[in-house]
């Protein structure tokens, strides 16, 4: 079993920076394929990015092309999400999942498709 732990959060002013941790419990951590979403009030929770179990593959969300990276460290149980050029429209309650397979057909990006699920980190960018 994989528990995932989310830390990183803050508040930051447009253009910064902030780096994201997501904390793997469990010896299986590196079988793995990861995803970060976020949830902004009022919205729908919202793919971000992903990454397979190597680390070798990842996939991002259009918004956040080209401004985040998500890496992942399999000795330390943890990946991370490395946010750049941060946004307002940025601003949401951040997760990161797990589920297995997860390149292994097109749907990366479907929440439905994972089955561990963090407790969220808040980001506030302001203008």
């Known amino acids: 079993q994989v528990q995932l732990v989310e830390s990183g959060g803050g508040l930051v002013q447009a253009g910064g920076s902030l780096r994201l941790s997501c904390a793997a419990s469990?010896?299986?951590?590196?079988?793995?394929?990861m995803g970060w979403f976020r949830q902004a009030p009022g919205k729908e929770r919202e793919f971000v990015a992903a990454?397979?179990?190597?680390?070798?593959?990842?996939a991002y969300a259009d918004s956040v092309k080209g401004r985040f990276t998500i890496s992942r460290d399999n000795a330390k149980n943890t990946v991370y999400l490395q946010m750049n050029s941060l946004k307002p429209e940025d601003t949401a309650v951040y997760y990161c999942?797990?589920?297995?397979?997860?390149?292994?057909?097109?749907?990366?990006?479907?929440?439905?498709?994972?089955?561990?699920w963090g407790q969220g980190t808040q980001v506030t960018v302001s203008s």
């Open positions: 999942a797990a589920r297995r397979d997860i390149f292994s057909n097109k749907n990366y990006n479907e929440q439905s498709k994972y089955n561990k």
């Open positions: 469990g010896r299986t951590f590196s079988t793995y394929g």
């Open positions: 990454i397979n179990w190597s680390g070798g593959r990842t």
